[in-house]
């Protein structure tokens, strides 16, 4: 009996950890929607953003007491092929992460 009762203390504990941690999210968004700090740094560290390509958003879903916030981590923008492909990464401040694809126009970091 008593292990039982240990077990399920032990089960629920466990499964209250799990739920309080934050859900990692993918999203596909549209070039409006990005924020105007992203778009400006892409502009000034490579151009014109190319046509027909995706923005993505990652971020993190958080429970802060009865609100549920979404924090973005990066932003993403994806084009190409098999041959050709680019891919850029921004953190939510403009800070350019990566970069695949692309030459820099601007090079004064």
């Not at 999203?27 to 993505?56: L, Q, S, Y």
């Not at 429970?63 to 891919?87: F, V």
Request: hydrophobic share 40%; net charge positive.
């Amino acid at each position: 009996m008593k292990k039982n009762i240990l077990t399920l203390l032990f089960i629920s504990a466990l499964s209250t950890s799990l739920l309080a941690q934050p859900v990692k999210k993918t999203e596909k968004i549209k070039e409006e929607e990005v924020p105007a700090a992203i778009r400006a740094a892409f502009a000034h560290d490579f151009g014109k953003i190319p046509e027909d390509g995706t923005w993505t958003v990652n971020f993190v879903v958080v429970n802060d007491g009865a609100k549920t916030i979404a924090k973005p981590t990066w932003y993403t923008y994806r084009k190409g092929n098999k041959h050709e492909k680019i891919e850029v990464r921004y953190s939510p401040d403009g800070k350019l992460e990566l970069v695949k694809g692309l030459e820099k126009v601007n090079d004064n970091t």
